[in-house]
Nanobody, 123 residues
Framework: QLELVESGGGSVQPGGSLRLSCATSGFSLDLYAIGWFRQAPGRGREGVSCISSREGHRYYSDSIKGRFTISRDNAKNTVYLQMNDLKPEDTAVYYC????????????????WGRGTQVTVSS
């Protein structure tokens, strides 16, 4: 059973930082890519970042490039999303998801999802 559990969300002021974690089980990060997506109220699910299997290539959406960093710890089966310089428009529920091998920006290609963690950026 492939499982993903997000944690680390919360409320911060603009300019603040959070680190999200995606704890995985039932599969190897050497074989599966992990993507981070977010969904704001009334909006569709948006791809934020992804780290591929094996070589660990990293991808970022233009909206967060330079502010967010994705990383992984294979020994802990965990992928992280470090979010710096947070803006109100980053407010959303953040999800991690997995698919075989390489990254894609299309949420429909990811077969397993966590339940999400809320990030709220407000003064």
């Amino acid at each position: 059973q492939l499982e993903l559990v997000e944690s680390g969300g919360g409320s911060v002021q603009p300019g603040g930082s959070l680190r999200l974690s995606c704890a995985t089980s039932g599969f190897s990060l050497d074989l599966y890519a992990i993507g981070w997506f977010r969904q704001a109220p009334g909006r569709g699910r948006e791809g934020v970042s992804c780290i591929s299997s094996r070589e660990g290539h990293r991808y970022y959406s233009d909206s967060i490039k330079g502010r967010f960093t994705i990383s992984r710890d294979n020994a802990k089966n965990t992928v992280y999303l470090q979010m710096n310089d947070l803006k109100p428009e980053d407010t959303a529920v953040y999800y991690c998801a997995t698919k075989w091998d390489d990254c894609t920006e299309y949420a429909g290609n990811y077969g397993y999802w966590g339940r999400g963690t809320q990030v709220t950026v407000s003064s």
